[in-house]
C-alpha cells in the first residue's frame, strides 16, 4: 500500500484546508470501499487522506417538518436501508443502499462515496437520480448545489473541483400515490457490480390505474449513469399496465450506449435495460399502491440483487 | 514515511492500544502487532469476507478499515466468540453439524452469523444466505452452515426462554 | 417435499456391524478452528521474519532480455533480491511427485522465469524487505527488458501448425515416439479398443457434439503461503499451506540440489487446496532468500497473484461421438484437446480415462492431447480433466435418451459400467457402485416429485473419479490411560484427521474422542503421498488400521510377558484381550496402565502403499428455472448421490458431496477466466472471478451409498472428487428440459443462455 498520512477532521471547515493541503492530492476517505482498494492497486495516488466521518453533518441523517431529506453524505448504507422513513420515502435508495457489495460492504459504504466513485455503474446513482436527490458541495469558494443526475461526467470523473467533497444529499418530500425501485442485473445474485441497473419513480393517479409522472435511470450502459428522459415522459398519462412498462423498457433502451467488456456483452445490456425498466416500473406501480417497500421483500417477491 | 500513530480501541472486551502507519489495515494491525490472527486475509478488497470483524457492532471488512480508523471503537473478532470457557453457540452449532471443512472461512462466518443472531434469532434460511452472501466459502457448498446458523439460533431462543423463566 | 424428508441419508451395507464407523464426532481439531487458534501458513511468525514479494511478468509471452535489480536491492528496507540466477542450473530431470512424474527445469522456471515469461503472470524476480510494504514499493525499481512475442490462448489455436511456439525443448510424444519438430502439442494419447470404425457403421443412430470450456481456478480461500529458515548449519525448515509436506520436500530438495535429508517441511493448517497446492510455487524461493539474508522470509500470494500466477484447471475442446444399437451403446470415439498451460504435463491423461467411464461400450476410442499455450501451466482441480469429459459425454447421452424416449437414468442403468467391464484405457472395474446410485437416483423424491412451473426443468448425469492408493504412514503412541496419539502425514482439508483416528478406533475398539491425531511433518512421521486423489480416508487410514494391528501385536506380546505364557496364546476382540487357555482377561485400558512396569511405553507404527483405484461413482440430479428474458439460470434443488464404500464420517463425506456440488454450479455458471486479445486475465480478482455466494445456491442434498470396495478393510472408497465431476452436466440437461435448448461451452453465463434462447426462437419464426 501507499504511504499516506491520514487526517480526521471535525468540521467541513477544517476538511476544505485539508483538502487543499499543497501537493498531497488529498483524497476523501467515507467508508473507504472503493478508495482503500484503489490506493492498494495504485489506480489512485495520495499523500493525505482525509476521514470525514467525525465531521458531524456527514453522518446525520436528518428528515424536516416538510418531510423533505438531508441524507450525511458519508452515512453507511446498513443506515439507510434499516431507516424506516427512509424505506417508506425513498424505496429506490434503500433498494441500491440493500444491495451494494454484502453486509460488510454495506456497514462501511456511503451513497456519498458511491457517488463520488462515479462508477458508471455506480448502483445508488440511477436511485438518487429518480429520487430527484440534490448534491450538496462543500469547497473552497463556498457551497453549490448539483442535482445528482448532472454529477456525473465520465467514468470515474465529476463535477467536483479541487479542493471540493459532497456533504449530503438533499431529496424532495415523498409524494403521495408515489412508489420508486432499484433494481440491476448481475449473473450472481449477490456481490456482483450491476451488468445493467434500472432505477424508476412514478407517479399514479387517485384511482391508482394511470401514470401522472414517472422518472428513470439507467446504470452500467452508458459512461456516466443516464437518465432516460423520452421514455418517462413517454409514461405521463399512460396506463398503469404491463404494456406500458414494456414499453417504456423498448425506449429506455435507446439512451443505452453500453460497452462490451468482462461484465457483459453490448447487445445484451441494451436488452436488459428494457427487461430491468419494466419489471421495475411494476414494481414501483405496486409500490405506489401500498405495496411492501421492505428492499428485502418487494411486491414482485424478489430483493434487488436477486434476479 | 508517515509516523506511527497511536490508537487506542477495545478488542473483544478488553482496552487495547497499538503503533500503526496510517497505510496499514485493521486486518494487519489485528494479525501481526496484535497477534490476533484468527480473521484471515483472502483477497485483502472486500470480496470474501474472511476478516470479518464486528466494528461497534456491524459486521465489516477489516481489510477495509484502516487501523487509524477505530480509535475508540469497539471490535469483536473471532477470538471473543467464546467466553469464559464456554464456546458461543455458532461455535458449537458450526462443531457438532460439521459446518466446516478446511475453516479458513471460519471465523469470519462465525462473526456475520453473530451479528445476524443478535438482530434477529430465528431468520429464515433465505435472509441467512442474503446476509451471509458477503462471506465466500469455498469447500462445504454453504449447506451445513446455514443449518448450523439455524440451530445456533433456536439454541439463543432456547437460553433466552430459559432466563426468562428464571 | 414432505416435511419428514430426510435431506442425508446414507444407505449402509446391510453387512455392516462397525461400531465407530458411521458415527459423526465432533472433529479433534474442531475447536481451534471455531476459536480462531489454528495455525495457518500466514498465522506463522518467527523472530526477525522478512517479508516477500514477487515481481510477475505483464506479457504473456516475451523473452526476457535483462534483468535489473539493483535500485531495488537498495531500497530502504530491503534484504534481498533473487531471479531465476539464483537457482540452481538443472538439466532436464524428472522427478516422481506422487501424482505423476514432474520436468524439474518446468518446474523451477515455473518458480522463477529463465529466458521467456509464458504467461502473464509468470513470477520474474523476488524481494525480501522489512514489510510487505516495502517488498511491494522495491518490486517496481526492478527494470526487466521484455521482447514481446505474440500469445496465444485458446487451446486449438495453440494446436495450429503455424501458433506462436512455446518451448524449442519441447516435442510431441505420440504414444513413445517423439516428433521431429518442436511442438506446443506435447502429448498424444490414444486409447482403443474393439473395431471402432466397423462398429459406428453398425449403429441405428449416431450422435457427435462439439464441446469448449473455459480456465476455471480451484478458488481456495487461502491463498499461497510459505515461511522459510535456511539455518546457518544448513538445515532449511519450511512452513508451507501444502496437500503434501513429503512432495513439497522433495520438489524443494531436488529444485536447490540438496538433499532431501537436509530439509524439514511443517505442514501448517490449509485453507484450500483441491489439487492446486501440490505443485511448489514459493518455497523454493523463499528458501533461497532466507538463504541470502540468513533470516527467516515469508511470502503470501495476494488474490491476484493466486488467479495470475498459479495453476487453473484447463480450458479444453472436446469431440464425443456416441453410437447406438437400439438402447446399447456401442460405439463411441471421443477427441480430446487440454491447456497444459505455460508447462507441458496436463491433465489428458484422467480426461481420456473418465470419458467413457461410466459405460460398457465394446467398442471404443479416445485421443486426447496436451497442448501448451500462454496460460499458467494446469494444476488438478478436483477430478482433474473429469469434470470437462463428462460435461460432453452427459449431455450426449441426454441427448441420446431423449431421442431413443428413454428415461435418462434408464438409459444410463442399461448401459451402466458393473464390475468386469472394461474401461477403454486398459482396467477392468471390480465391485463399483455406479448401478447402487442410478437405482437410489431412480427413487428418490427428487426424480419422483413433479416439478411445477415455467421454464423450469431438470436433468440428471452421473460422474466418476479413480481416486488413487499410494504411500501414506502412521505412528502411533500408547498413553497409560488407554488414550492413544495418532502421527499422521497427510494435510487435513476437510476433516480427514477425524475420518483417520476413526478407523484407528475401529481397530482398537476404543472411542474415536480417545485418539489424539495429529499432522506431522517431514521429521515426524514416515513418507505420506499428497492430500490429493482422493486418497486420504482410503490410504491413510489404512496406515492407521495397520499401525493399529500392529499396536495390538504388541500388546499382545506385553500380555503374554503379564501372564507368562507364549504370545499366541493372547487373543484380542472387542476392546479385551484374553487368555486362549486360563481365565484371564484385561481391557485394553487395563493392559495400558500396566506398560510402564512391564517393559516400556509402546509405539506402533505402519507404511501402506495400496496399489488399484478405489472407484467413485455419483449421480447428480438437479432443477432449474431459466429466466428467458435475462438467460440467468437458478439453481432450485440439487441432489447427489455418491458411493462411498463405507462413509466413515458421514458428515464430512456429505460435505465433500454438497462442496464438490457446489463448485461444480460455479464452474457450470459463472466461473472462466476472460483473457483480452493480449493474454491477459482480465479478471483477476473475487469480484470478476465468479464463484457462488450462499445466495446462489440452494440446499444440497445427499445420498450416500455404501458399496464396499474390496481393496480396504473397512470398504471405503475416496469420495472427495467425485462429486465434482457430474454437476455442468446436470445442469446443461436441466436448462436444456427447461428450454428446448442444448448449450456445449462453459460456463453457461447469463449472456450465452439468453443468446442461445434468442438464436432457438429466431429459427422457429
Redesign the interface.
Known amino acids: ?6 487526517a ?1 477532521p471535525a468540521s467541513i471547515e477544517e476538511a476544505i484546508t485539508l483538502l487543499a493541503e499543497p501537493g498531497a492530492n488529498a483524497r476523501i ?1 467515507a ?3 472503493d478508495i ?2 484503489q ?3 495504485g489506480l489512485r495516488q495520495t499523500a493525505l ?1 482525509v ?1 470525514i ?1 467525525k465531521i458531524p453533518e456527514l453522518g446525520a441523517i436528518a428528515v424536516a417538518a416538510d418531510g423533505s431529506l438531508r441524507l450525511g453524505a458519508a452515512v ?1 448504507c ?1 443506515r439507510i436501508w434499516s431507516d424506516a422513513r427512509l424505506v417508506a420515502g425513498y424505496p429506490a435508495v434503500t433498494d441500491s443502499a440493500r444491495i451494494i ?5 454495506q ?2 459504504a456511503s451513497l456519498g462515496g458511491n457517488l463520488c466513485n462515479s462508477s458508471p455503474a455506480a448502483d445508488s446513482i440511477p436511485a438518487l437520480i429518480v429520487e430527484k436527490a440534490t448534491c450538496e458541495i462543500a469547497g473552497p469558494r463556498g457551497r453549490r448545489q448539483v442535482p445528482a443526475v448532472e454529477f456525473c461526467t465520465a467514468p470515474g470523473k465529476n463535477v467536483l473541483e479541487r479542493g471540493e467533497f459532497v456533504v449530503a444529499l438533499s431529496f424532495p418530500p415523498p409524494e403521495a400515490r408515489a412508489g420508486s425501485r432499484y433494481i440491476r ?1 448481475i ?7 450491476a ?1 445493467a441497473g434500472s432505477g424508476v419513480w412514478l407517479r399514479l393517479d387517485a384511482a391508482g390505474k394511470t401514470v401522472e409522472a414517472a422518472r428513470i435511470a439507467l446504470a452500467a450502459v452508458a459512461p456516466t449513469p443516464v437518465a432516460a428522459t423520452e421514455a418517462a415522459e413517454w409514461l405521463a398519462g399512460k396506463p398503469a399496465s404491463e404494456e406500458s412498462w414494456k414499453k417504456a423498457g423498448e425506449l429506455a433502451r435507446r439512451v443505452a450506449r453500453p460497452i462490451t ?5 453490448k447487445e ?1 445490456r441494451v ?2 435495460v428494457g ?1 430491468l425498466v419494466a419489471r421495475a416500473l411494476a414494481t414501483a406501480a405496486e409500490r405506489a399502491r401500498g405495496g411492501d417497500r421492505d428492499p ?1 421483500v418487494p411486491a414482485d417477491g424478489r ?1 434487488s ?3 | 514515511m508517515a509516523k506511527k500513530r497511536h490508537v487506542t480501541t477495545t478488542i473483544n472486551g478488553e482496552a487495547a492500544e497499538f503503533l500503526c502507519e496510517p497505510r496499514q489495515s485493521l486486518l494487519e494491525v489485528l494479525r501481526d502487532t496484535l497477534g490476533l490472527t484468527g480473521s484471515k486475509e483472502g483477497c485483502n478488497n472486500g470480496n470474501c469476507g474472511a476478516c470479518t470483524v464486528l466494528l461497534d457492532g456491524v459486521p465489516v471488512d477489516s481489510c477495509l478499515v484502516l487501523a487509524v480508523e477505530v480509535e475508540g471503537a469497539q471490535i469483536i473478532t473471532v477470538e471473543g466468540l467464546a467466553s469464559e470457557g464456554h464456546l458461543h453457540p455458532l461455535q458449537q452449532c458450526f462443531l457438532e453439524g460439521a459446518a466446516l471443512q478446511c475453516g479458513i472461512c471460519t471465523p469470519g462466518f462465525l462473526v456475520t452469523a453473530k451479528a445476524l443472531l443478535d438482530h434477529d434469532p430465528a431468520p429464515s434460511e433465505r435472509q441467512i444466505r442474503f446476509e451471509l452472501a458477503g462471506n465466500i466459502c469455498r469447500c462445504t457448498g454453504y449447506d451445513k452452515i446455514v443449518r448450523a446458523v439455524q440451530a445456533a439460533g433456536r439454541k439463543l431462543q432456547e437460553h433466552q426462554r430459559e432466563q426468562q423463566r428464571t | 417435499m414432505d416435511r419428514d424428508f430426510n435431506h442425508s441419508q446414507v444407505i449402509k451395507d446391510p453387512a455392516d456391524r462397525y461400531q465407530v464407523l458411521g458415527t459423526r464426532p465432533v472433529r479433534h481439531d474442531g475447536v481451534d478452528k471455531v476459536t480462531g487458534r489454528a495455525v495457518y501458513g500466514n498465522d506463522v511468525k518467527l523472530p526477525g521474519l522478512l517479508h516477500g514479494r514477487i515481481l510477475r511478468s505483464p506479457h504473456a509471452h516475451a523473452r526476457i532480455k535483462s534483468i535489473d535489480t539493483r535500485a531495488a536491492e537498495k531500497h530502504p528496507g530491503v534484504f534481498a533480491v533473487i531471479t531465476s540466477a539464483d537457482f540452481p542450473d538443472l538439466r532436464t530431470k524428472t522427478a516422481h511427485l506422487g501424482e505423476g512424474a514432474v520436468d524439474l527445469a518446468h518446474l523451477a522456471a515455473n518458480c522463477l522465469a529463465r529466458e521467456k515469461v509464458l504467461y502473464r503472470g509468470h513470477a520474474v524476480a523476488a524481494v525480501a524487505a522489512r514489510s510487505v510494504h516495502d517488498a511491494e514499493a522495491a518490486l517496481a525499481k526492478i527494470r526487466v527488458e521484455y521482447e514481446r512475442l505474440p500469445a496465444v490462448t485458446w487451446v486449438l489455436d495453440a494446436m495450429a501448425d503455424d501458433a506462436p511456439l512455446l518451448h524449442y525443448n519441447v516435442f510431441t510424444d505420440e504414444m513413445g515416439r517423439k516428433s521431429a519438430k518442436p511442438s506446443n502439442i506435447s502429448q498424444h494419447l490414444h486409447f482403443e479398443h474393439g473395431d471402432v470404425d466397423k462398429a459406428f457403421a453398425g449403429c441405428d443412430i449416431v450422435v457427435e457434439r462439439e464441446f469448449r470450456t473455459a480456465s476455471v481456478h480451484q478458488g481456495y480461500i487461502e491463498p499461497h503461503v510459505s515461511t522459510a529458515l535456511w539455518n546457518q548449519d544448513g538445515h532449511l525448515k519450511i512452513w508451507t499451506s501444502t496437500q503434501g509436506a513429503f512432495t513439497a520436500r522433495q520438489q524443494t530438495a531436488e529444485l536447490l540440489e540438496i538433499p532431501v535429508s537436509q530439509v524439514t517441511v511443517v505442514p501448517c493448517e490449509i485453507g484450500g487446496g483441491f489439487g492446486g497446492k501440490i505443485a511448489v510455487y514459493l518455497e523454493p524461493v523463499v528458501a533461497l532468500l532466507s538463504r541470502k539474508t540468513g533470516r527467516p522470509v515469508k511470502i503470501h500470494m495476494t488474490r491476484a497473484e493466486v488467479f495470475e500466477g498459479t495453476g487453473p484447471t484447463p480450458g479444453s475442446f472436446l469431440r464425443v461421438k456416441v453410437g447406438m444399437k437400439k438402447r446399447k451403446m456401442h460405439a463411441a470415439e471421443a477427441w480430446l484437446a487440454y491447456d497444459a498451460g505455460a508447462f507441458p504435463g496436463g491433465m489428458i491423461g484422467p480426461g481420456c480415462m473418465c470419458v467413457f467411464s461410466c459405460y460398457d461400450i465394446p467398442h471404443a476410442r479416445v485421443d486426447g492431447y496436451d497442448v501448451c499455450l500462454n496460460k499458467p501451466k494446469t494444476q488438478a482441480y478436483r477430478a482433474p480433466g473429469a469434470t470437462h469429459a463428462a460435461f460432453a459425454m452427459e449431455s450426449v447421452v441426454d441427448e441420446i435418451a431423449e431421442r431413443l424416449g428413454v428415461d435418462p437414468i434408464d438409459l444410463r442403468l442399461e448401459n451402466a459400467a458393473k464390475e468386469g467391464t472394461r474401461r477403454v484405457d486398459g482396467p477392468v472395474y471390480p465391485r463399483i457402485g455406479l448401478v447402487e446410485t442410478l437405482e437410489a437416483a431412480k427413487k428418490h423424491d427428487h426424480w419422483r416429485s413433479r416439478l411445477e412451473g415455467p421454464n423450469r426443468g431438470r436433468g440428471v448425469a452421473s460422474g466418476f473419479w479413480f481416486n488413487i492408493g499410494l504411500k501414506s504412514s502412521a505412528t502411533v503412541h500408547l498413553n497409560p490411560d488407554g488414550k492413544v496419539s495418532l502421527l499422521e502425514g497427510s494435510t487435513d482439508i476437510g476433516g480427514t484427521r477425524t475420518s483417520v483416528a476413526m478407523q484407528l478406533a475401529e481397530t482398537l475398539g476404543i472411542a474415536a474422542a480417545d485418539v489424539h491425531p495429529q499432522v506431522a511433518d517431514t521429521d515426524g512421521v514416515g513418507y505420506t503421498d499428497v492430500t490429493g486423489g482422493s486418497r486420504v480416508t482410503f490410504a491413510t487410514g489404512l496406515a492407521a488400521h495397520e499401525a493399529g494391528k500392529d499396536l495390538i501385536r504388541q500388546l499382545c506380546e506385553r500380555a503374554a510377558l503379564i501372564w507368562e505364557c507364549a504370545p499366541d496364546l493372547v487373543r484380542f476382540a472387542a476392546g479385551v484381550f484374553t487368555h486362549a487357555k486360563e481365565k484371564k482377561s484385561l481391557t485394553f485400558r487395563e493392559l495400558a496402565a500396566e506398560l510402564h512396569e512391564t517393559g516400556g511405553t509402546i509405539t506402533a507404527r505402519a507404511t501402506v502403499d495400496p496399489q488399484g483405484a478405489t472407484n467413485g461413482f455419483g449421480t447428480h440430479i438437479v432443477d432449474v428455472e431459466v429466466d428467458p428474458e435475462t438467460g440467468k439460470v437458478t439453481v432450485l434443488r440439487y441432489t447427489a448421490i455418491q458411493d462411498a464404500g463405507k462413509a466413515v464420517h458421514p458428515s464430512y463425506v456429505e460435505g465433500q458431496m454438497q462442496g464438490g456440488a457446489v463448485q461444480g454450479i460455479g464452474w457450470a455458471l459463472n466461473e472462466e477466466y476472460i483473457f483480452d486479445g493480449e493474454g491477459r486475465m482480465t479478471n483477476p480478482t473475487m469480484l470478476d472471478y465468479r464463484m457462488p455466494t450462499a445466495l446462489d445456491v440452494p440446499m444440497i442434498d445427499t445420498v450416500i451409498v455404501e458399496v464396499p470396495n474390496p481393496s480396504h478393510p473397512f470398504g471405503v472408497r475416496g469420495v472427495g472428487e467425485t462429486p465434482i465431476v457430474a454437476p455442468p452436466a446436470a445442469i446443461a440437461n436441466a436448462i436444456h428440459a427447461a428450454t428446448g435448448v442444448r448449450l456445449r461451452e462453459l460456463p453457461m453465463s447469463p449472456p450465452r443462455v439468453w443468446a442461445a434462447l434468442e438464436a432457438a426462437l429466431r429459427r422457429e419464426e
Open positions: 500500500m501507499q504511504d499516506f498520512e491520514y480526521a476517505l467508508g473507504g470501499t482503500l482498494v490506493l492498494r492497486e487522506v476521514d466521518k453507511p446498513h457489495g454484502g453486509w460488510q460492504i456497514g462501511r442485473f449473473p450472481r445474485n449477490e456481490m456482483d457490480i451488468v467488456d468482462l461484465r457483459g456483452p445484451y436488452h436488459l427487461v428485502m430483493p440483487g436477486v434476479r
